[in-house]
Each structure stands twice: as structure tokens, then as C-alpha cells.
């Protein structure tokens, strides 16, 4: 029976493959329409500075309430959404959404930095700057308070766009962060061939280093090159309060994680993160 079961099983898969590739296919058509009707949301997770523990920033993540299949993570749409021009306006979305929601706080009485995530369609296209430039005129807000996070893989792909776009982001006053060091190929050389302020050391690197002499010694090797080329630091991943007080005896600027805070709906963000601000 083993030939049945297996072929049973070849059938099943095949059949879980095409249920999948009609669901791609169907949320691929969906996204534009749920932009419209107002189905992705953003939520934000909170950064602290290590040295006093004050809350630095946010960082917006997508999210998507779709109708049917509940509350969608980036990992079930992103990629879809990536394979088709919609990225752009969905993209286009997550700023507007993150820089109304950054100008609302900091007119409350904070002054937090707001991490967005671009995707690489996005950092390819020249429009970008525009886009983004435009977008924090019409909310009020400085760009230096917005940091755009990028990743290494997305500077493999088209090395010029992506350099032209960025050094004109950086020119216009944008912080720009590279995401996820340590995922990819982590190529030392993007940190200095690209405009990025900032270095955001992926949990890969971060939560070895309680159990692991040698993992700390190379995140401590990472910080320090990054700090020699003036960029600022923040580890993500941050899980346990041991990881945070091994990360004290490094020069880390700022931590995210699951420790310090998940990523939640605005109004929870602003119950629990900002204490500080004006009622
Ligand atoms: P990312 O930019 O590296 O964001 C951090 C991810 O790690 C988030 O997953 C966050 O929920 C998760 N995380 C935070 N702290 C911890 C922790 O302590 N432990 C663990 N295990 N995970 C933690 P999320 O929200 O599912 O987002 C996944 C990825 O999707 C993001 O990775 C980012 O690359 C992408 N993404 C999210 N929102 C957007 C967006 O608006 N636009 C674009 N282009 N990409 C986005
Ligand atoms: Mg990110
Ligand atoms: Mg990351
Ligand atoms: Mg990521």
C-alpha cells in the first residue's frame, strides 16, 4: 500500500499547491480593492534608547484585516503584493499612514522617530523621493524623523536606481536604516558604498550572544565597524532581559523586541509606550 499511499499523498500535495496558487492569485486582485476599502492597517513596535530605557521611536509594520482570512502578517501578502505594481500603492500607503500617525503623536507631545519599511519595487523606482518628500510636507513633519529601512538584498538588485534614489533621499534629510544586517551576504561594503545612517542588526546576531562567547564577539566586531563609520545601532530581536544586558556591554544605540514591547493597533501603542505625552 505504500505505492497508494504515495501516490495519495502526491495527490493531496499537488492539491494543497493548487489551493495555495488560487489564493495568491485571488489575494493579488484583492489588494488594490482593499486599499480602497481601507483593510490594511498599521501597527507599531516600540524602540528604546539602551543607555535611560526611553522610548526613541516606532517602527510601522503592514498588516492586513482581510474579510475572510482574518488578520494577515506581511509574510502572507508581502510577496505577492511585491510581484505586482500594487506595491506601489501600497506602499504609497503605509507612509501616508505612518507620517499622519507620526505628526498626531509628535503634536501630542512627543518627538519619536518613524521607521517605515520600503519594499525593493519601491527603492527602484525614481518617484520615490517624490513621493515621500511630498508626503511628510503635507503632514507637517521633518523627514529626519522618518527612517527608512532597506535591506541588502535589495541593493544587489539594482545597484544604480537604488544608489540615486537613496543618496537623494539622504539629501533630503531622510534617515536611512539597512535592515535585517546579517540575514543576507552582509556585505561590509554596502555600508560604505550606500547612504544609510543607520545599522539594524537582525535577531540572528542578537540572541546567540547570552550562550555563545564567539556570537558576541562579532556582533561586538559589527558595532564597532558601524560606529567608526558614524552610523547608529539598533539590535532587533531583543526577546529576554539577559540579551538585554549582555547587548548594555556593547555600544548599541537602540533595541527592539518582544522584551520591550510587540507590535500593536496606534491606540495601544500610545496607552502603553507613551506616557510622556500631553492629554
Ligand atoms: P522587519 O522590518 O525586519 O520587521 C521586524 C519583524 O520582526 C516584524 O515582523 C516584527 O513583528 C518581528 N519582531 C519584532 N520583535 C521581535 C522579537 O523579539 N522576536 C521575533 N521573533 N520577532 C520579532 P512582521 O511585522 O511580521 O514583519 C515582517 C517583515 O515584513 C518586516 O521585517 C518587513 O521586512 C516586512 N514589512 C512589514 N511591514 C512592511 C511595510 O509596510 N512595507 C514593506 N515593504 N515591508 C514591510
Ligand atoms: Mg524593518
Ligand atoms: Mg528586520
Ligand atoms: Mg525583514
Request: charged share 20%; net charge neutral.
Amino acid at each position: 500500500w505504500a505505492k497508494d499511499g504515495g501516490r495519495h499523498a502526491a495527490s493531496l500535495y499537488s492539491a494543497d499547491i493548487d489551493r495555495w496558487g488560487t489564493q495568491r492569485l485571488k489575494l493579488r486582485h484583492e489588494i488594490r480593492p482593499a486599499i480602497e476599502l481601507q483593510q490594511f492597517v498599521l501597527h507599531y513596535q516600540p524602540q528604546f534608547r539602551l543607555k535611560d530605557n526611553t522610548i526613541a521611536g516606532a517602527e510601522a509594520l503592514v498588516r492586513w484585516q482581510h474579510p475572510k482570512l482574518g488578520l494577515l502578517s506581511p509574510a502572507a501578502f508581502l510577496e505577492i503584493a511585491e510581484a505586482s505594481p500594487a506595491i506601489n500603492e501600497l506602499g504609497a500607503w503605509v507612509f501616508d499612514e505612518a507620517c499622519r500617525q507620526l505628526a498626531l503623536w509628535n503634536q501630542q507631545g512627543c518627538n519619536l522617530v518613524m521607521s517605515i519599511n520600503v519594499s525593493a519595487r519601491q527603492l527602484g523606482n525614481y518617484s520615490l523621493p517624490e513621493m515621500v518628500a511630498s508626503c511628510v510636507r503635507k503632514h507637517g513633519i521633518d523627514p529626519g524623523c522618518i527612517k527608512i529601512e532597506i535591506t541588502e538584498s535589495m541593493l544587489s538588485q539594482d545597484f544604480s536606481t537604488a544608489e540615486t534614489v537613496l543618496l537623494k533621499l539622504k539629501e533630503l534629510g531622510f534617515r536611512i536604516a539597512l535592515d535585517d544586517f546579517g540575514t543576507g551576504y552582509s556585505n561590509f561594503t554596502y555600508l560604505n558604498r550606500f547612504p544609510v545612517t543607520s545599522l539594524k542588526i537582525d535577531r540572528s546576531f542578537v540572541q546567540p550572544i547570552t550562550h555563545d562567547a564567539s556570537a558576541l564577539a562579532m556582533l561586538n566586531g559589527i558595532i564597532g565597524l558601524a560606529k567608526s563609520l558614524k552610523l547608529s545601532v539598533i539590535c532587533e530581536g531583543v526577546e529576554t532581559e539577559p540579551q538585554r544586558t549582555m547587548l548594555r556591554t556593547t555600544n548599541c544605540d537602540l533595541i527592539q523586541g518582544y522584551l520591550t514591547g510587540r507590535p500593536v493597533p496606534p491606540d495601544e501603542f500610545f496607552e502603553l509606550f507613551l506616557p510622556n505625552r500631553r492629554q
